[in-house]
């Protein structure tokens, strides 16, 4: 059996999907993002039930109700992993468990995104059930352990999330609300809005890119939102950018940013622009844009 080695045409040439952290505060238009993604395309993971801001959206949408529902939701969207034990969430037996309620796999095909609002909220759903398991108890005292639950919180959190993210040729977008806090030193610093210190620390290690959606103010006074995309940034916001594609700022047009970002990988495979990359990257060129009322 030889080597499978997969070359480096093969592996330019699979379909890509950019895996983005979209933070930002409570208000500044994080689910109004959804708009700018093809409604056809797109399944809106709708964890907040507080899509007033999208009413009018019309893509498709899934709502999990409990961290149960959404690990059943990881795995049919992603599939499983074949190393994992039989027992264990998002192996084989799990993805022909769900497959059998979900049906067939194949109806995914049609959707390139998947956008996730909020991690926030899931945070609070996995720590619910996490205070339920028996690592959030004492062995000892029979007590709550709320440091055992938290640590199984931080973990389960981090698995699903990989996990999704690793959704082949899918773009997946997870949203959560920006906190403003003051540190040890009195100093300002941002920090996603997320139970327990885990995923937020070590979520922007398993993604391409972090944006933060803000208010920028200009020179001449005025306000105008903008993506903050490169780690190094006059704001102190938390970005980062896997792909080398951005500026500092882009406009909020979050499917113009998918496509530039993607526009990398298609020109490292020689392949030209998307369909309608060329127009997106174009825009997301373009200098600031006036702030607009939205909601969160």
Same mark, same amino acid.
């Given at each position: ?6 070359s ?8 890509? #999907? ?7 505060k409570? #208000? ?21 039930? #507080?899509d007033?801001?999208?009413r009018?959206?019309?893509?498709d ?18 599939g ?20 059998e ?17 909020s ?8 720590l619910i ?15 709550p352990?709320?440091? #055992?639950?938290y ?5 389960e ?10 959704a ?8 959560a609300?920006?906190?403003?806090k ?13 139970e ?16 933060t959606?803000?208010?920028?103010k200009?020179?001449d006074?005025s ?15 938390p ?13 909020? !047009?979050l ?6 970002c993607?526009?990398?990988?298609r ?14 990257v174009t825009?997301?060129a373009?200098?600031s844009?006036?702030n607009?009322?939205t909601? !969160?």
């Open positions: 059996m030889a080597l499978p080695i997969i480096a045409a093969q592996r330019l040439a699979q379909k890509q #999907g950019v895996k983005l952290v979209l933070l930002g409570s #208000g500044i238009g994080k689910t109004s993002q959804l708009k700018t993604l093809p409604e056809a395309s797109t399944l809106f993971v709708d964890l907040e039930a #507080g007033l801001a999208v009018d959206w019309q893509g949408c899934v709502r999990p109700a409990t961290w149960p529902e959404f690990r059943d939701l990881v795995v049919f969207l992603a499983p992993n074949p190393a994992l034990p039989a027992d264990a969430p998002y192996s084989q037996a799990h993805y022909s468990h769900v497959c309620r979900y049906g067939d796999p194949a109806q995914l095909a049609r959707y390139g995104t998947y956008f996730v609002d991690i926030t909220v899931l945070a609070r759903l996995a059930w996490a205070k339920t398991q028996p690592q959030a108890q004492s062995d000892r005292t029979g007590k352990d709320t440091r #055992g639950a640590g199984l919180l931080g973990a959190m981090l698995t699903a999330l990989t996990h999704l993210q690793h082949r040729g899918k773009n997946v977008v997870f949203v609300i920006l906190d403003e003051l540190d040890d030193f009195n100093r300002k610093v941002f920090v996603p809005q997320i327990g210190s885990k995923t937020a620390a070590e979520l922007p290690g398993i993604v391409d890119e972090v944006v959606l803000a208010e920028i200009a020179e006074g306000a105008y939102r903008a993506f903050v995309t490169h780690t190094l940034n006059p704001y102190g916001y970005a980062k950018d896997r792909s080398g594609q951005l500026e500092v700022l882009e406009p909020p !047009d499917h113009a940013l998918i496509a530039k993607a526009a990398a990988t020109a490292a495979a020689g392949k030209p622009p998307a369909k309608d990359s060329a127009a997106a825009a997301a373009a200098p844009i006036p607009q009322t909601q !969160d």
